[in-house]
């Protein structure tokens, strides 16, 4: 595998490009189907505990986004050569496998394990901007790792202005954005080449 990964690069990216549009169109499919559902009032992981199809969409699309976003982060790991870009690649596959428990253990199978994982995959993400950011910044990239700074600042801010619920889904659009730069600037980074 590999020898075959490294032939291919860019198309690592896809799969991360592909998890953030999983996870977004899940999260629709949710908030369609759950009336009940209410932002600002209700989090995300209350999908998972539903009465309607909104939990059984939120169970599978966690796990396939968390796959989808821990076969990128793989990527990143086997074809980056620098440091943080590797490191990043780590933190996005743990990641990855934090949101694909997220969604299987869900608030009502056992709520603190939820949010171990759920608080732990926020810790991944975050260390992964961070890793990422200042690898771009030191490669001359300078443009990627500003807006990644500005992104995290944002969350940041968010988290001292918002209750947990609103805070969570500001994050979350946040951190998807994040992860489509990350996964589309792989892409581009490495088409190039």
């Known amino acids: 595998m590999n ?5 291919h690069p860019a198309a690592f990216g896809w799969f991360g490009v592909l998890a953030v549009a999983v996870f977004s169109i899940v999260w629709l499919a949710c908030y369609s189907a759950d009336a009940s559902w209410v932002w600002g009032e209700n989090s995300i992981s209350d999908f998972g505990i539903s009465d309607t ?10 796990a396939i986004a968390g796959v989808l976003l821990a076969t990128f982060g793989i990527g990143e790991i086997v074809n980056s050569k620098q440091t943080g870009y590797v490191f990043s690649g780590v933190m996005t596959v743990l990641t990855g496998i ?6 299987f253990v869900t608030l ?10 759920a608080i ?5 993400a975050a260390v992964t901007v961070i890793s990422w950011a200042a690898q771009s910044w030191k490669c ?5 790792a500003g ?22 889904v500001i994050a979350l659009v946040l951190a998807l954005i994040w992860y489509g730069l990350y996964s589309a600037s792989t892409i581009a980074y490495n088409m190039k080449e």
């Open 3 to 7: 020898a075959d990964a490294k032939k």
């Open 53 to 62: 199809d909104a939990a059984s969409f939120f169970k599978y699309g966690c």
């Open 98 to 103: 934090c949101l694909l428990v997220v969604g």
């Open 108 to 117: 009502d199978y056992n709520e603190n394990l939820h949010d171990f994982f």
């Open 120 to 124: 732990l995959a926020a810790v991944f």
């Open 140 to 144: 001359g990239r300078e443009i990627p």
């Open 147 to 168: 807006v990644s700074v500005i992104l995290f600042c944002a969350v940041l801010a968010c988290m001292f202005a918002y209750n947990l619920e609103k805070f969570e």
